[in-house]
């Protein structure tokens, strides 16, 4: 192959009690790149639509984690880019790892799939840097493995793919408001209490259990967050009414989407999301916010060629 369209899918991080290790892949919401060898060496980005983003490779995500690959394959030509934004930056539903997947995805396929999703993920870390200014997986891993993953360590890079109960569906409300993922981190506190911590791993450990027993009762009980959501839950206007709402109409749980200002509601089955995505999006429908609605299953494939 020569060039090929793929599909970068939007993500969940976090997933309330996972900070950092938890996240799970969406379907149908996501960015579209068309990525061709050319003779001209290195990486360049030729196209962008959707969002106004650099073209210089090394102030762009997906031009970050396409250098990182091309340092490491040492090729004897390079690639053209080509970006179809549908994510907006700072959604909190994984714009940059969209693009930093992408890239090396698209990439390892016309170098004959030499890599790894393990090593491809940590391609695009390196991308993704350069959005959040640290190294993370959590948005990458689903991406590329589809379904929930769990980073079980960033050094050395240690990824576990975890089941997807069937009848998993999910609600996303985007309001259309930015959240920086570095400003994000920032109002975090650098030590927490014992027994916040002590609950919070419990969770994590019940949900990963939750998830290996198709348990959606137990699920629900475990998607709380006691550490990261009270601080950021601040920059997210009637965040409260939200989930409040989404668990009244019959949703497992509620959290914010990565750093926001996006809001998550996992939902045991497809009639359920219909409810919650009504219920909420009559709550904001009522503010002067302007916000998008998705509703969609979880995706276990992943990235994948169009």
Aim: with cysteine; hydrophobic share 40%; aromatic share 6%.
């Amino acid at each position: 192959m020569e060039a090929l369209t793929i599909f970068s899918p939007a993500t969940v991080a976090n997933v309330s009690c996972g900070f950092d290790v938890l996240g799970f892949c969406l379907d149908s919401i996501g960015d579209k790149m068309t990525i061709r060898k050319t003779s001209k060496k290195g990486i360049h980005i030729t196209k962008i639509e959707g969002y106004d983003l650099p073209f210089e490779a090394e102030k762009n995500v997906a031009g970050v984690s396409a250098l990182a690959m091309l340092k490491d394959a040492q090729p004897d030509f390079g690639f053209e880019i080509e970006i179809y934004k549908n994510i907006k930056p700072g959604s909190g539903i994984g714009s940059s790892s969209a693009s930093a997947v992408g890239s090396v995805f698209a990439m390892n396929e016309l170098l004959g799939r030499p890599y790894s999703k393990t090593q491809l993920t940590n391609f695009a870390m390196k991308g993704e840097a350069l959005a959040s200014q640290c190294e993370h997986a959590d948005n990458i891993a689903p991406a590329i493995f589809g379904g929930f993953t769990l980073v079980k360590s960033v050094a050395p890079l240690d990824i576990i793919q975890l089941p997807t109960p069937k009848d998993l569906y999910v609600v996303i409300i985007h309001p259309q408001i930015e959240i920086k993922t570095s400003e994000a981190r920032a109002i975090l506190p650098k030590l927490v209490a014992l027994q916040d911590a002590i609950t919070q791993w419990s969770n994590v450990g019940s949900l990963v259990h939750a998830l290996h027993t198709s348990d959606y009762n137990l699920m629900s009980k475990s998607l709380t967050d006691v550490i990261v959501e009270p601080h950021r839950s601040q920059l997210i206007p009637h965040f409260n009414t939200v989930r409040q709402t989404a668990i009244t109409h019959g949703a497992l749980g509620c959290g914010i989407s990565g750093s926001g200002p996006s809001v998550f509601s996992l939902c045991h089955g497809k009639d359920v999301a219909q409810n919650v995505a009504t219920a909420i999006e009559n709550v904001y429908s009522k503010t002067a916010i302007p916000f998008e609605i998705y509703n969609s299953k979880i995706n276990t494939k992943g990235i994948k060629i169009l």
